[in-house]
């Protein structure tokens, strides 16, 4: 909108005056009303009329059915009356008696007259005779399929029935009622009867209508009994396939009603009536097709005059505010002009103090290389420092220069958002990394799919507020993600757009209601302190929220002072396809635990990484197989595909094993076609592993270390859960983490020294595997500056640059001793045998009959119980079984001490 009000002037850029403008907005806010009120009084008109409709034809089924039923009812008392007269039944009994038969034709011929169609028939069961008003008679053949009423009539109808014929010499429908003449025992001698001509009795209903009704008879079956079109009941037309309603089934409708009852609808051909006629058990549907002659109303007339009033106050209104303006045009033009010579002047200048700047900060890092002194080193280390300190700061002034003047100017290019946050990632670790933090990473990835637009702003965007988020938290953790909010079912064959939501997380110093109101002006911080204490110009924060909104987005803001800040937006991106993701990704929101049913293989020589895998597939229900090489992995497959035994359900694979890595072993149990999903298991989650991974048919990766929730979003994208258990409820397992800590100093003690001897033996291959090893051990445990260290040392040796690694291993061998240092003193506590023993038996039989019913349902989260059964006496057993989750044998083991506490009350 803001560029709509732009024009071209002799080569430069100016805004339309003011009252221009408004009158611009004047009439678009008058086109945007009259299309609104507009579709609000068609709409509402709509609905009125089809009500009235819906009325009218109502009352108009219910007439023309008493019409109908009346008319035929009169006709059947005729005809019952004619089927008892003495004097017939006896010619019926004596058809050879033509005395008899004159007298007997002569009453029928009378009985003609009181019939409103004129038309009697009748025929005895002796000679078959059949005779119609003054046609000749001629013999009736019972069994030919056309006579079908004949044996209906004489053998299945008490009283009378009915059956409709068309006739296509006359063009008529006519509807026959046909009565049984009985003898004086009862039994039937012959037939009589009259008709009625139903398309006389609809075209006199349509024509009292000028035809904007149209009414329809049909049969149990949904044969079209009567019409004004008389074709559609020569054809015996289906009335489901004339109408050819959407979603609407009208036999079923019609059948379900009860006798006199109506049915409303709404369909595409305008407002229908449904109704019956239970004297001949047919139903009928009376349509009222939508017309522009229903808006020839009063309500029509009175909503232009309306609309005619409302343009008169417009134009009366804008003349107003135009003389009202007039006198303050050229203060705000000046104004406009003194702000955008600002804003030039500002961009000018910062243009030219960054180029000296780029100067300084180059030649300083040549002399570095160059310097021999070291306090020169350190001189020159502190230009260079400084130099890009005051970069920055003009880099954020050029940024809110040129959004102030108008000139930030997208691209719209294809790019991979995992790539975006893979450089953000790279970027901000040192910081991290130097302050303690834990930084989490999480992007959902849009497989098949590429988004469209500006990846270099973004990054902008997403450092100014990572930057942020690490400046302002001196402990915790910042969590940086990214999901898709709108991904269609049938996503492949819906190219055009998605939903990309964004979340920078911290647990920082947080900002009050207050603060948060004033973050976003440029050149303003929360207080008057954060500057001091902090750095900073103000403008970081400014920039990230224009930027955001430049490219369709709001950037949001929820803090909570010392309880951390959360940065969040949404953005609307075009996207195009690529052909190398094979695997659907769909959106998972993970707000229980779910619980599954299944059997998993788990492929890893890292018993920490098996000790948590395991531990966290078992809390969730699933049954897990462990081993510790690539080649035990396919052996293990093959083998229960040669027993014919289930499939496993899931197999996580560890990338870097002895014998046979991650790779090799996917690529082989592949081979084996036995279906089961396949996750890359590893700490190098980096973009182009991840898409090495998929090449050799692993559609996911699991990153370590890895959340519950992370974990879950793997399952569930695979396995069907059989129901869940809400977060609040899952208890967290300080035994598990003890675990790991007193496995990790009994695994990594020597590590270091193996690494060195693995790379004098010249076997870079174990080396690199023992120092990625360490890396997910340290991740596993929270010791993030161990694991960076490592994986400083896995990349030398992946690179080949093990000859200049002694400081980096230096650095290892520190962190490494600090570590075991700390988890030592943790877990400086009485050993399992000298925990104080209770006495108390009853305490202990409570404990007991709870834990029951867990080891019998094989529940892992009895391991959270081990702490209460070291306190009793002989659990030693009981509680190294629960904690190998042996349930078995522990299950044998607590019936043994349950019984052992009987036999001592005893």
Known sequence: MFNFFKKKHVGKEYELPVMSRFIIFSVLFFIVILITGSSAFIL???????????????????????????????????????????????????????ELARMAKEELISFRNAFASGIVFWINDIDKIFFYNDVEPYYLDPENPDNYWYNMTLYETEIYNFNINYNPDLGVTNLWINAPVLNSEGIPIGILGTGIDITTYLEMVNQNLD????????????????????????????????????????????????????????TQIGRIVVGTVPLLEWHSVAIMPDSIDDYNTSMTILFIVVLMVVVIIFIIFNIFISRLLKPLRKSIVEAAEANRAKSAFLANMSHEIRTPMNSIMGFAELARDLAIVPQVKDYLDKISNSTKWLLDIINDILDISKIEAGKIELEYVPFDLQDVFSRCQSVILPNVIEKGLELKIYTEPLQGK????????????????????????????????????????????????????FEIKDTGIGLTDEQVKKIFAPFTQADSSTTRDYGGTGLGLTIAKNMVELMGGKLAVESLPDAGSTFSFEINFNTIDVYDDKVTQTKIDVLESPWFEGLVLICDDNSMNLEVICA????????????????????????????????????????FMPVMDGIEAASKIIELNTGSPIIAMTANIMTFEIEKYKKHGMPDCLGKPFTSQELWRILLKYLVPLGATPIDKIVNNDELQKKLMTNFIKNNQAVHNEIIKAVAAGDLKLAHRLAHTLKGNAGMIGKIALKNAASEIETMLRDGLASIWENKMKTLNNELKSVIEDLKLQLDEPAPGQVPKTTDREAALALFKKLGPMIENINPECVDLLKDIRTIADT???????????????????????KKIGEDNE
């Open 44 to 98: 509402s008109m709509q609905q009125i009329i089809r009500n009235n409709k819906g009325l009218e034809l109502t009352q108009l089924l219910e007439i023309e059915r008493v019409k109908l039923e009346t008319s035929v009812n009169n006709e059947v008392v005729i005809v019952i009356k004619m089927a008892d007269s003495p004097l017939i039944k006896s010619y019926f009994t004596n058809p050879g008696d033509l």
């Open 211 to 266: 035809g904007r009704v149209e009414i329809y008879l049909f049969n149990a079956t949904g044969e079209i009994t009567g019409a004004s079109d008389t074709l559609l009941v020569a054809e015996k037309k289906n009335i489901e396939d004339e109408l050819n309603l959407d979603n609407t089934n009208i036999v079923s409708l019609a059948q379900s009603l009860a006798p006199h009852e109506t049915q409303i609808l709404d």
């Open 450 to 501: 590429k988004l469209l637009g500006d990846p270099l702003r973004l990054y902008q965007v997403f450092m100014n507020l990572l930057s942020n988020a690490v400046k302002f938290t001196s402990s915790g953790t910042v969590n940086f993600s990214s999901s898709i909010r709108n991904l269609p079912d049938n996503f492949s064959k819906q190219p055009d757009y998605t939903t990309v939501y």
């Open 616 to 655: 966290h597939l078992a809390r969730v229900g699933l049954q897990t197989i462990a081993v510790e090489n690539g080649k035990l992995g396919v052996e293990m497959v093959k083998k229960r595909k040669e027993k014919n035994e289930k499939p496993f359900d899931m197999i996580f694979m560890d990338m």
């Open 876 to 898: 030693e057993d009981l509680a190294a079984q629960i904690e190998n989750y042996d349930f078995e044998n522990a299950s044998k083991t607590l019936a043994a001490l349950i």
